[in-house]
């Protein structure tokens, strides 16, 4: 594999798990922080917009995943792939701590 194929991975990993709450607190009707909310990051945006948000980081995630060239039988990329999922867990996990306060 060539370099570019591992940060495609890093970053599909990183979008693919972006995706997860964005898309569960949209279809539960939940108001969730996203980028376009005021201040970005912060402020909370509509379900409606956070299932879009999740939409196209579903969708930003597979055609890198397909870049990737990431399968089982790459086992560098494959760890590269949960690199990217540990990495915007932990970051979500640090920057939405407060975001019902």
Known sequence: MKWFHYIAGLF??????NAVPHFINGISGNAFPTPFANPPGQGLSSPLTNVL????????????LRVSNI???TKLG????FVGVVLISIMS?????????
Do not use: R
Not at 93 to 101: E, L, Q, R, W
């Open 78 to 81: 494959v760890f590269i792939f």
């Open 12 to 17: 599909a990993g990183m979008f693919l798990t």
């Open 53 to 64: 948000w999740a939409l196209f980081n579903f969708l930003a995630g597979y055609l890198l």
């Open 93 to 101: 996990s640090i920057t939405f701590v407060d975001k019902m306060k």
């Open 71 to 73: 399968n089982s039988k």
